[in-house]
């Protein structure tokens, strides 16, 4: 039994934001339907020509559901939608304001089938505000949220997130959002429209910037690997590499000049406190950086965690996946597709002591599951053959 079991999710998506929220409700057991146009989403498309013939993007964030093709566009398609609601306990859908209610399926006319539903959107901008009717990207918001400001090297040039961020944050607010509307469902027995946008998780998450700015009036600029509110924590360059050294508090500061071996620096009174060491902090990086550049990436390691210190090596992507502790947490999960053969997958990163989760099946193939899910659902025989020969399903 997994946390979820019983749950059906209709997950009328695609790309990014609202296929990672619907690939969390499955990972924790819910049957999730996802719903494509019979052109399949546009994220099957991105990065073309790898094995079997499917996008490793679409494959990660679509794992754990089954998948039916329908055109919403087309009366009966869209009706079919409606039909398959009445019996879902949740629905995400991530179009631009405004489509899903001129395909009859927004929230009041699904709402009207299924009072229960908590019918879930995700856009680029909400549901109402001047920037309603843009389109939306990862990109743009990093943008717009003012994350984009404060990444890259103080003076560099722009620097986007490594991972989109606010995609894939958007689909975990979706997510906690969906599963306490949901609590609220099993407690009252009503449904409700939830509302979400990729530039509100990224705003969301300028929490230091934001108290800084408010408290100060000082408008934060990048600092590279560097915190705004303590130093030094930061990355540093090794002879043969580079780690992360995190020592926010006085404690681990004392600490930290015990292990590098070097008391002159901790008797030196621009860095005594930790106002002085942020007020300081250019000088005390440059005093670091030569330190940590006389050994390696593993002497350094081996003398900073023996005292508590928290640091770590800078890992790649290939030696992520090699890393000890993140092979023993399960983080890599390996499932069969039938064209693409072993495909990894990232494992769950919350751990359920009573109800465990599992990476139990691949992406579905377009179209896969339509006949299935249709059929248990209730659709007569006659009805799902012409759907099919009207190409309205696939």
């Not at 749950?7 to 990672?20: C, E, F, I, T």
């Not at 939830?194 to 108290?211: R, Y």
Request: glycine share 12%.
């Amino acid at each position: 039994m997994m946390p979820l079991d019983g749950v059906r999710v209709l997950d009328v998506s695609q790309v990014m934001a609202g296929a990672y929220c619907s690939a969390l409700l499955a990972d924790m057991g819910a049957d999730v339907i996802k719903v494509e146009r019979p052109s399949g989403d546009e994220l099957r498309a991105w990065g073309a020509n790898f094995p079997g013939g499917e996008s490793p993007g679409y494959m990660a964030v679509n794992r754990n559901k089954r998948g039916i093709a329908l055109d919403m566009r087309d009366p009966r398609g869209a009706e079919t939608l409606l039909t398959l609601a009445e019996t879902a306990d949740v629905l995400v859908e991530n179009f631009r304001p405004g489509t899903m209610a001129k395909l009859g399926l927004g929230y009041e006319a699904v709402a009207e089938r299924n009072p229960a539903l908590v019918y879930c959107s995700i856009s680029g901008f909400g549901q109402d505000g001047p920037y309603s009717g843009r389109g939306g990207y990862d990109l743009i918001a990093q943008g717009m949220s003012g994350i984009m400001s404060v990444t890259g090297e103080p003076g560099g040039g722009l620097v986007k997130t490594g991972v989109p961020v606010c995609d894939l944050n958007a689909g975990i607010l979706a997510a906690n959002g969906i599963l306490a509307a949901y609590i609220h469902r099993l407690r009252s027995g009503q449904g409700q429209y939830l509302d979400t946008s990729l530039l509100e998780s990224g705003v969301s998450l300028l929490v230091w910037e934001s108290a800084v700015y408010w408290s100060t009036g000082q408008v934060a600029q990048p600092l590279g690997s560097q915190m705004r509110l303590a130093a030094p924590y930061q990355a540093f360059r090794t002879k043969d590499g580079a780690l992360t050294v995190g020592t926010p508090n006085q404690r681990l500061w004392e600490r930290l000049v015990a292990a590098i071996g070097e008391p002159g620096i901790g008797e030196d009174p621009r860095f005594a406190k930790p106002t002085d060491r942020l007020a300081n902090r250019p000088v005390l990086t440059a005093v670091l950086q030569d330190v940590f550049a006389t050994e390696t990436t593993a002497h350094w390691l081996d003398r900073l965690l023996p005292h508590g210190i928290p640091a770590g090596p800078i890992h790649d992507v290939a030696e992520v996946w090699a890393d000890e502790q993140v092979v023993a947490r399960n983080m890599s999960v390996e499932v069969e597709h039938p064209t693409a053969g072993t495909v990894r997958h990232i494992g769950t990163p919350v751990k359920f002591s009573a109800t465990p989760t599992t990476i139990r099946r691949p992406a579905p193939r377009l179209g896969e599951h339509t006949v299935e899910v249709l059929t248990e659902t209730g659709v007569p025989k006659a009805q799902i053959e012409e759907l099919l020969n009207a190409g309205v399903a696939v």
